[in-house]
């Protein structure tokens, strides 16, 4: 039988690219270099599977191709906001993507994010190695306390939950949360949780905001000034989610004006590229370069999930994690 033909878009894990190997005609990414629409383009005429990660921008232009060979798009990652779904639906590419396997892993970075913004983790690492440390006194990089506060967060899923958990049982936080559906009572009692109507009514509330909701156009700068006002002036802000979901000039003007208390931030709008107005924000933002499900044992998981995916969708069965 002929194997069905698959491309891998960045370098994955080795053990996952030997599986994929064993199993499918596979072309991998040898060099690492982001795919350019027009290669995308080649890649959609060529190949029975494209497993692409969140560096490729499937919009129209990538898939402004006459008839695909491309039956499946099977997503490296649990966000898919790069992919453009009606365009690719209309060629007949099912869509799959990795949800579960990161959530521990992006919880715990959340965390990280929080602790470092609150704590100044970042301003004292840079500080020390600089040689710029003069000895303890009680004033130095004094931060905000973490435990107990009230933490606000935005989109209950998968991950929101595992940071829910997080903060309430490590760090004794208190738990609102918006979610755009009913969250089920039985799991909002486990965190002692309390669902707030909108985002409007949850940020006044809290002293920590994370946000976990999926990005693309409806969840498009969802924090805006308006939203960064509502804030309390000592909150803040954490992103894990998608950069599209903040206004990043909006945040940027409130860091500089300290209408906020800080933002941590593991995801950008034009990744790598890193806002101006952000990059001059020193004192009260931590950035980290999208970090969130980057460890051995979540990249290996996703790849294999993936591979699961194709599995089931090359048996003729639904795949397990079909988005669309
Ligand atoms: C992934 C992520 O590493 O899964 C996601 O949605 O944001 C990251 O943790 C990345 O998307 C890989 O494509």
Known sequence: MVKPSVLVTRRWPAAVE??????????????DRPLTPSELREAFLKYDAVLPTVTDRIGPDALDVPKAQTRILANYGVGYSHIDLENAKRHGMAITNTPDVLSDCTADLAMTLMLMVARRAGE?????????????????????????????????????????????????????????????????????????????????????????????????????????????????????SRGEVVD???????????????????????EPAIHPMLQQCTRNLVMLPHLGSATREARQAMGFRVLDNLHDFFDGKPPRDRVA
């Not at 190997?21 to 990414?29: C, G, P, Q, S, W």
């Not at 303890?136 to 998968?158: M, N």
């Not at 949360?177 to 309390?194: G, T």
């Open 18 to 31: 030997q599986r994929l190997a064993a199993e499918y005609e596979v072309e991998l990414n040898r060099s």
């Open 248 to 270: 990043e000039f909006a945040l940027a003007q409130s860091l500089m004006f300290e209408t906020i208390g800080g933002a941590a931030l593991d995801v950008f709008e034009r």
């Open 124 to 240: 004292g690492e840079r500080q020390l190695r600089a040689g710029d440390w003069d000895g303890w006194c009680p004033t130095h990089l004094v931060g905000t306390k973490v435990s107990g506060k009230t933490l606000g967060i935005i989109g209950f899923g998968r991950i929101g939950q595992e940071v829910a958990r997080r903060a309430h049982f490590g760090f004794g936080m208190k738990i609102v949360v918006f979610n755009r559906s009913p969250v089920d009572q039985q799991v909002l009692e486990q965190f002692s949780a309390v669902q707030e109507n909108s985002v409007d009514d949850l940020l006044p509330l809290c002293d920590f905001v994370s946000l976990h909701c999926p990005g693309g156009p409806e969840t498009r700068k969802l924090i805006n000034s308006r939203r960064l006002d509502l804030m309390k002036p000592d909150a803040f802000l954490i992103n894990t």
